[in-house]
């Protein structure tokens, strides 16, 4: 600790030694008002390790600083060395600091929208606040009392008698003034949250290639959710959650294919409690289309499983580049006439067949008219041969069908 050591204590100094102040841009000044007749003819001064002396006022009993800029949150040092005439040349030494705490103390609690609640007449009320900080409730208009905090500003209060609905106002003033006012509802609530819907649910598919990986859409209408917890196979995992609409998500992905389990726990404001366990099947696969190489390939996560070679579309009928996926699976599909210029002159229908134009497999996508089918017309493979669609020799569609399920992310590259 510093302190200025002279034998003229009467000598005033603002800000005062330790004092913590609300402003961040302070006036600091040194005044010697019983040092009659007293002139101070020099003065250097050094605030925060820099020299301020061209910029502070002098008066014959000391000096007077308005910081041009904002000071930074924290401790600030001010060293003076001031000369002063008193019938004999009088050298002065001062050392002292000061905080500026511009920052308004936080009041923390397990709360959601300013609602605290609890499933009983009491609630047990838990928080904290800055560290030193006063601390005062006011209890549906009763006079207000104080709550003691720690060393590291964490409180704890028990207020009886609830009503269904209740006003609490709490307020902190920490050691620089500053001051935070905070309005709660305080209710009764005995019902547990809701799990409204989970993505996937129980024994549905996942894609791992999806950009949603896993959501659950929660709701809890009284005191709102407090906290959820996800675990996968048995184990906790990260999970991000959208306060405004009550959604958690898991988004890290996952690499194993085949079934997996999820847990789910939430957890209201009030302390009431739901649980929900399901499992879900994971599909790591994925399909890449290359135009150029005119050659399909299928991965399982990292691993390529498979590779086919393909005919696509001819210039005037171009395979659509883009992120598309599997909308549906048909085998021995019928073949329906688009009835457009280039099919003017075939069958309206053509039925189920190795001579089919669709082959003996059908993947359709979610670009319009796009499919992965089968073909007869194997000296297509590896030419732009076709009005859009992807082919594949029959025998290597048929093959390859069962591999694939309704959901599979296919990438068509140039």
């Not at 302070?26 to 007293?38: N, Q």
């Not at 959601?112 to 047990?124: D, E, F, G, K």
């Not at 995992?237 to 999820?262: I, M, P, Q, W």
């Amino acid at each position: 600790m510093w302190a200025y050591t002279i034998s003229y204590a009467t000598i005033d100094i603002t800000p005062n030694e330790q004092q913590i102040i609300a402003s961040d841009k302070p006036t600091i000044s040194v005044d010697w008002p019983y040092a009659l007749g007293a002139s101070l003819k020099k003065a250097r001064v050094i605030l925060d390790g820099r020299d301020i002396s061209k910029e502070i006022k002098i008066n014959n009993r000391g000096f007077i600083y308005k910081t041009p800029k904002k000071l930074s949150e924290g401790i600030h040092v001010i060293n003076a060395q001031l000369e002063y005439d008193l019938i004999f040349r009088k050298k002065v030494s001062l050392k002292w600091f000061f905080s500026t705490d511009t920052v308004a103390p936080k009041i923390v609690l397990n709360e959601r929208r300013n609602v605290l609640a609890s499933r009983t007449p009491t609630l047990n009320l838990k928080g904290y606040t800055e560290p030193l900080s006063e601390l005062t409730m006011e209890f549906n208009s009763n006079p207000p009392i104080v709550i003691d905090s720690n060393k590291r500003g964490v409180f704890a209060s028990s207020i009886k008698g609830l009503k269904k609905k209740n006003d609490l106002l709490l307020t902190s003033k920490d050691r620089a003034g500053n001051v935070t006012k905070r309005k709660l509802t305080v209710i009764i609530d005995t019902n547990p949250p809701i799990v409204k819907k989970v993505n996937p649910g129980n024994g549905k598919l996942l894609f791992s290639a999806d950009k949603e990986k896993l959501k659950a859409v929660l709701l809890d209408k009284e005191s709102g959710i407090s906290k959820a917890t996800l675990l996968i196979d048995g184990n906790a995992v990260k999970t991000r959650y959208n306060k405004e609409k009550d959604v958690l998500f898991y988004e890290e992905g996952f690499k194993k294919d085949g079934v997996h389990s999820a847990s789910l726990e939430v957890i209201d404001v009030a302390g009431n409690k739901v649980n929900k366990d399901w499992k879900f099947k994971v599909d790591t696969g994925k399909i890449i289309i290359d135009q150029s190489d005119f050659k399909l390939y299928h991965y399982k996560g990292v691993k390529l499983t498979h590779t086919l070679s393909v005919a696509v579309g001819m210039p005037a009928y171009a395979t659509p580049n883009g992120n598309w996926k599997i909308v549906r699976k048909k085998p021995m599909p019928a073949w329906y006439n688009p009835m457009k210029g280039w099919s003017s002159g075939m069958p309206r229908v053509i039925p189920p067949g190795p001579r089919n134009p669709l082959g003996l497999r059908a993947l359709y996508l979610d670009a319009s008219g796009i499919r992965i089918h089968g073909t007869s017309a194997y000296y297509s493979i590896g030419r732009r041969a076709s009005h859009g669609c992807i082919r594949v020799r029959n025998p290597e569609i048929v093959a390859f069908y069962p591999r694939v399920e309704v959901g599979t992310p296919v990438i068509i590259r140039p």
